[in-house]
């Protein structure tokens, strides 16, 4: 892959787009890009990790594996979100991985030093992230309200209501995005079985709501599974 092939990947997305040329080549940025093979481990029962990183093109699955050597899945990011050591403080990880998710993921990869350079650089940028981590948490902290107070048919379409934010415009109302997920992952994410996420899909497919196959997911009314999934 080229330098410019590299840069227009780098520059997709997130923040890391709004770099000026020569922060590109002062910063040496293209030393950052990481492809992972698909299924490839990022990273992997993390102790002090000391690195964070850029989702650019593909998936990546965080999780944990708790004493009894099942995978417990925290979320699965998508291009656009920032993983890792997001707090800039080389602290336990507490055996958290990452993983190349369905595809060959892409990333751009920093130590915690060289981004505190990047911000130092650039500090208006530090507001930005700080803006990219917010919302990330706040999606994280919804998830866990909803898995406390939600029954299980609006957990599952607040989950697919969350993985629709990405493709979102001010007018959409139906729309169709790549479908990356089992049953059994949208089952782990939202505290239910596989079979109820089997019977709750079909059922969405008979409300109007979504439709599921192997490759998409077709929303055919965004308006309507907002109001669902109890998105205020």
Not at 135 to 159: P, V
Not at 160 to 165: E, G, K, N
């Amino acid at each position: 892959m080229s330098i410019d092939d590299t840069l227009l990947i780098i520059r997709k997305n997130d923040f890391l787009a709004q770099l000026s040329d020569d922060d590109y080549v002062d910063l040496n940025i293209c030393h950052n890009f990481i492809i992972a093979d698909r299924s490839a481990y990022i990273y992997f029962d993390a102790q002090c990790h000391n690195k964070l990183y850029f989702v650019k093109e593909g998936y990546v699955k965080i999780g944990n594996i708790d004493d009894d050597g099942n995978e417990i899945i925290k979320d699965i990011l998508q291009p656009g979100d920032v993983f890792g050591q997001i707090t800039l403080e080389r602290n336990n990880m507490r055996g958290e991985f990452a993983q190349a998710y369905k595809v060959d993921t892409v990333l751009c990869a920093f130590t915690i030093n060289d981004f505190e350079k990047l911000l130092m650089r650039r500090p208006d940028l530090g507001i930005v992230f700080s803006k990219k981590v917010g919302q990330q948490l706040r999606r994280i902290d919804h998830r866990l309200i909803n898995l406390l107070q939600r029954d299980a048919r609006t957990r599952i379409l607040y989950f697919f209501w969350t993985i629709l934010q990405h493709k979102l415009t001010a007018d959409t109302n139906s729309c169709k995005i790549e479908n990356y997920f089992t049953h059994e992952d949208i089952a782990r994410l939202t505290g239910t079985s596989r079979q109820t996420v089997t019977t709750m899909i079909n059922q969405f497919a008979h409300d109007g709501l979504l439709q599921v196959d192997r490759k998409f997911i077709f929303f055919t009314d965004v308006k309507l599974l907002q109001r669902e999934a109890h998105v205020g």
